[in-house]
């Protein structure tokens, strides 16, 4: 069964770090994009950044933009999120996702293309 789960999470004081992992497992997740997303209390999920299938491209909100880190090590079939310079708006529920058409193209900012999500992993930042 196709699967994905996040750790990772935790409390970190703002200017801290955070490096979350995705575990895949169930199907080949090494041609497909990856992403990352969260959820604050009482709003939307957002989008956080996005992994192509090779690697070789990545995106991400400008709200992370040279805070936050995407990177995949399809040799273990994980996907990570480095996060540092934390903030207190970072705060929120982060979830992996990932697409299902093998090396597809998109920009991948939309919960609508990924088709398999992992359970969320909580983040916490103090002030």
């Known amino acids: 069964q196709a699967q994905l789960v996040e750790s990772g999470g935790g409390l970190v004081q703002a200017g801290g770090s955070l490096r979350l992992s995705c575990a895949a497992s169930?199907?080949?997740?090494?041609?497909?994009?990856m992403g990352w997303f969260r959820q604050a209390p009482g709003k939307e999920r957002e989008f956080v950044a996005h992994?192509?299938?090779?690697?070789?491209?990545?995106n991400y909100a400008d709200s992370v933009m040279g805070r936050f880190t995407i990177s995949r090590d399809n040799a273990k079939s994980t996907t990570y999120l480095q996060m540092d310079s934390l903030k207190p708006e970072d705060t929120g529920v982060y979830f992996c996702?990932?697409?299902?058409?093998?090396?597809?193209?998109?920009?991948?900012?939309?919960?609508?293309?990924?088709?398999?999500w992992g359970q969320g992993t909580q983040v916490t930042v103090s002030s």
């Open positions: 996702a990932a697409d299902s058409t093998v090396c597809s193209v998109g920009n991948y900012v939309s919960s609508a293309e990924y088709d398999y």
């Open positions: 992994i192509s299938c090779r690697g070789m491209i990545k």
């Open positions: 169930g199907r080949n997740w090494n041609r497909v994009a």
